[in-house]
């Protein structure tokens, strides 16, 4: 079931996604060759508690920290770790979830470590440019077909390979409801999109094979070929006719400088 929100309901998940950007930007001031994961995790922490909010991955299904953080092969679900250490040439996917005043935000950012070769680098941008030509999509009338169709025929033009068994997904008063958003699918298809949905909208892309397996930690999710991944997530609102960003990556842009992609 898909549960609609109101304007004042929005507002307060825009609150719980600019604390989650804000966090992520915090992590893009960390991320350098020689920094551990388990580093990455413990300031994104510490900066939603510090915002009065909570970090919602932390003990979601048992997952043991406050955000995913996934190096190069690992698509998404990376557990951090003090042995996973960044180098450079690198890049690492961190996915970050706050919940505020009951309502949750999710939002996802793929960062170059140091110098990243020029094919890892069009891997991200296509991801990234995916991603909001998937969000152009979401606006009332449209079907999530729109959506993932688009996004399936920007990557694979490409010649990438679109993750099927991770989804985007609705979010409001829990982090994943109603509906999936898949990332592939046909125009047309689909859900009709409405005033008050609100969705996260996240692509997972490999530069080879689009086959993942899971480690035995039951989390961590690889590419079978072990060619890198890239993931960018925004939530987001369809209201007023329009499609509304709740979360941003303005304040990672401010940190990075002309090091952001
Ligand atoms: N936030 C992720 C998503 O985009 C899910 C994280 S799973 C968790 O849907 F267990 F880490 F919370
Ligand atoms: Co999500």
Redesign the pocket.
Known sequence: MIFLKTDEEIELMRIADTITAKALAEVAKLVAPGVSTYELDKRAEEFIRDNGAEP??LN??G?P?SI?ASVNDVV??GIPSKDIILKEGDIISV???AVKDGFHG?S?YTFPVGDISPEVMRLCKTTKEALYKGIEMAIPGNRLGDIGATIQQHCEAQGYGVVRE?T??GIGRA??EDPEVLNYGKRGNGTKLKNGMCI?I?PMITMGDRNIYFENDG?TTRTVDHKPAAHY?HSVAIHHGKVDILSSFEYIKEVLGDRFI
Request: aromatic share 18%.
């Open positions: 919602n991955f979601y299904a997952y920290a995913c998404v679900h996915d970050c979830g999710d996802c991770m985007g997904h982090m994943h996260a996240e989390w997530e």
